[in-house]
């Protein structure tokens, strides 16, 4: 059998980024429109949302087989995330007692190809959680450092919100914000009889069109990306313009196999990988190596890089690398709304994602849990897919029928076809998405046993939610509740218990994972400094969530974004200076 | 394939790039050459429009299975003054496709559509699709209704939920049923907020 020779690349690049999301994208755009040569590694394959090769966007149910039905992919059929929790021939496992999923989206532009546009700041409380309550972390970098950043990132890139004043959810340069629908109008009432702040959500998403990009037209789609580019995909808005200055080499289908060093001077200087296509070994090389495979990939990448100086695994003097994996709680209810049967029709898709939200009101020093978690809504009017009109026995018997007379819950016939008419549009959702405590014991590690097709060792999580989550998701659960009834609404479903953790989600259910090469000012404790330098490795720099202590509940994606910019600027100063 | 495009194949693939490099040669030599190039649509991915052709050259149901959910369609949703039937909308070819995307599907409804046969031949000595209309829906009053259907019932009502839930979303995601459900959006617009008359019936105002 042949042996697979590595075959070494000539050129020698600026900078080697591996990963196209949120941070791998701001890196190369940023790093390419100040005149460095990139070589831009994607381990999946091209994606345009413009491209009809790929446009999913305003098809209608039954042009899907399966009517939108989420078989192959994990938000039904149209969506555009290619990957999903599952990916063929990329396991990875859990350590008996322990849970995590892991969302990996293959293709340019990561998972910001589908993700809900949510684009939060993080706030000054945020960054100084061990300060201010005695457990977590602190960030080695506070708001001050974040704001300007966060400015230049909405201008680049585009959201819209309201002044708000808050301390917690600082404003931004905002777009104007789409006025509410119905079903959050009646929302924003009942929050505000029992206290609940209702305010217009904060997304990426372009109600007035800027740079070359178009406007939003209102399709409610961001899931399945944007031909208009109307949203913040780092596909369209990063990686596509920072192609454009013909400095970036995009190499789609690159899965990464190790970061490479110099055994002389420690330094990295290029990364090799298994060109997906042909299933061969390459490498390249560079001056600078930046991560942002995602936080568990980028981790993966990291403890499989071992070397004779690196025996731990690279950046990792400190056996940081893997630890205090965290995501967002999650919790989730359904309810029914008698006041909105029999609605007029009339077309409110709305921007994707719901116009409001509710950010954290409350103070956790009188509490029994430690931090704080927002609302997301749901409801309406919208495009019936796959799912559409199961259950309604567990609802048709809930108000009486049009003669006013009670209804057998069930049924069949012209009856029933009516009842379907009648509570369309009658159900709102909502999500809670919390801040978690970050645990040294919550880690992924490699899994001694197992490699992937490419032969790449995998990783072995080992997660459990803490008191702090529970106790977070019951509280959750109680606010759902209250919402619903001060709407004169009826939830749906047994209220989730203690036996299902108040219905908190199982970790990495809800994608928004950090922490794996936490940055901090003691090497001992932490991967990275306040740049997403590693300590140990000058010339390498981690810019996707990884790098991050905490998250808030503030979905972090903005913050990816304004670090991986910040870390850039640091990058083109220390060249300058010719410190790396 | 068309012999033009097969000679096409055979001097990019196994002659050309091939010949150039060993790794690629090792790599290819691993993978099976394909039996006929299919067209990737639009949005889709190539292992999905692959699984899609295997599923839709694949039968599932028998013709007996495909009558009976044929019928239970359309009393489920029948025809009516704003639109038509299930079937009539397209129903049973949605579901027999989705016991094949699905599997997890085939065992309780084909399973379920035998518990409604085998239930027919006691009580009529006849299959459920051969049954007359009215002997059909004294069965079906027996597992429509999950609150008040007897207890030895329990498995037929499980059955009929299921098909229930697979009647209306294969109607409402048709043509036909987005248009009698009434959705207008899926089009490029501007919103521009609730309308008037309807904040003025919920008593609702975007100042408050």
Not at chain 2, 18 to 34: C, L
Not at chain 2, 179 to 195: A, F, H, I, R, S
């Amino acid at each position: 059998m042949d042996v697979p020779q590595i075959k070494k690349a000539a050129k020698v690049y600026d900078v080697v980024i591996v990963g196209s999301g949120a941070g791998g994208g701001m890196a190369a755009y940023q790093l390419s429109k100040a005149g460095a040569t990139v070589a831009l590694l994607e381990a999946g394959g091209y994606f345009d949302p413009a491209d009809p090769k790929y446009i999913n966007q305003l098809k209608w149910p039954y042009e899907s087989p399966r009517r939108g039905a989420g078989t192959t992919r994990a938000f039904g059929d149209f969506d555009a995330a290619w990957g999903g929790w599952e990916i063929e021939g990329e396991p990875y496992s859990a350590v008996k007692g322990t849970e995590f999923h892991w969302f990996r989206s293959r293709m340019l532009g990561g998972r910001t190809n589908h993700w809900g546009r949510i684009s939060l700041r993080m706030g000054p409380d945020d960054f100084k959680r061990r300060s201010l309550t005695g457990i977590g972390e602190d960030w080695p970098l506070g708001y001050e450092d974040f704001a300007p950043y966060y400015d230049k990132v909405d201008d680049l890139i585009g959201v819209f919100g309201s002044k708000e004043g808050l301390r917690d959810a600082p404003d931004g340069r905002f777009l104007p914000p789409p006025k509410m629908r119905l079903h959050e109008m009646m929302i924003k009432k009942a929050g505000k009889s029992i206290g609940v702040p209702v305010i217009p959500s904060r997304l990426s998403i372009l109600t007035k069109p800027i740079h070359d990009r178009g406007g939003c037209f209102y399709c409610s789609q961001c899931g399945r990306a944007c031909q208009a580019y109307a949203d913040f995909s780092s596909s369209s808005v990063l990686c596509i313009p920072a192609v454009k200055t013909g400095r970036v080499t995009l190499i789609n289908g690159a899965m990464c196999r190790e970061v490479l060093t110099d055994a002389k001077t420690g330094l990295a200087n290029g990364v090799s990988y298994v060109d997906v296509p042909t299933m061969t070994e390459q490498s390249v090389m560079g001056k600078v190596v930046v991560l942002a495979a995602s936080t568990c990939e980028t981790a993966r990448l990291l403890l499989n890089s071992k070397s004779a100086r690196f025996a731990n695994g690279l950046a990792n003097s400190s056996g940081v690398v893997g630890k205090y994996l965290n995501d967002s709680t999650g919790a989730s209810r359904g309810a029914f709304i008698p006041a909105l049967m029999d609605r007029k029709r009339y077309n409110e898709d709305g921007v994707g994602g719901a116009h409001v939200y509710s950010p954290w009101w409350l103070d956790n020093k009188k509490l029994d849990f430690p931090r704080g978690y927002h609302i997301e809504y749901g409801g309406g009017m919208g495009m019936p897919m796959y799912g559409f009109g199961f259950g309604m026995e567990g609802r048709n018997s809930l108000v009486p029928g049009r003669d006013g007379k009670p209804k057998e819950a069930g049924g069949y016939g012209a009856s029933l076809k009516d009842d379907f008419r009648r509570f369309y549009g009658a159900n709102i959702g909502m999500a809670g998405r919390g801040e978690p405590v970050p645990l040294e014991s919550n880690y992924c590690e490699i899994d001694p046993n197992t490699v992937d097709k490419y032969g790449i060792p995998t990783l072995r999580f080992n997660y459990k939610w803490a008191d702090a989550e529970i106790k977070q998701a019951k509280h959750m659960q109680d606010t759902f509740e209250e919402i619903i009834h001060a709407m004169g609404g009826i939830p749906l479903g047994k209220k989730p218990g203690p036996e299902s953790n108040y219905g908190l989600e199982a970790p990495g259910k809800i994608i928004h994972e950090i922490g794996t090469a936490r940055m901090g000012n003691d090497p001992k404790n932490s991967v990275l400094n306040k740049y997403s330098q590693a300590h140990d490795v000058k010339n390498l720099f981690i810019v996707d969530a990884a790098a991050f202590p905490s998250q808030g509940d503030k979905n972090v994606t903005w913050t990816i974004l304004a670090n991986s910019w910040r870390t850039s600027d640091y990058i083109i100063d220390q060249v300058k200076q010719k410190n790396i | 394939m068309k012999r033009r495009d097969s000679l096409k194949a055979i001097t990019l693939s196994s002659l050309g790039f091939a010949g150039m490099n060993p790794q690629i040669a090792a790599a290819e030599s691993i993978t099976p050459p394909d039996v006929k190039p299919l067209k990737v649509p639009g949005g889709r991915q190539k292992f999905e429009a692959e699984r899609d052709a295997k599923l839709n050259a694949d039968k599932f149901f028998t013709p007996h299975e495909l009558k009976t959910v044929t019928i239970l369609g359309d009393i489920i949703i029948p025809a009516d003054a704003k639109s038509g039937s299930a079937s009539q909308a397209g129903t049973p070819a949605f579901i027999e496709f989705m016991m094949k995307d699905q599997p997890q599907w085939q065992t309780p409804i084909r399973g379920g559509l035998r518990w409604l046969d085998n239930v027919c031949m006691k009580r009529f000595d006849k299959k459920f699709a051969d049954c007359l209309k009215a002997q059909q829906i004294e069965i079906i009053d027996e597992i429509a209704y999950p609150g008040k259907a007897k207890p030895e019932m329990s498995q037929g009502v499980a059955f009929f939920n299921s098909m229930r839930g697979l009647v209306a979303t294969g109607f409402f995601t048709s043509q036909m049923g987005i248009k009698d459900l009434g959705y207008v959006g899926n089009t490029p617009n501007q919103w521009e907020g609730v309308p008037a008359d309807v904040l003025k019936q919920y008593n609702l105002s975007y100042d408050e």
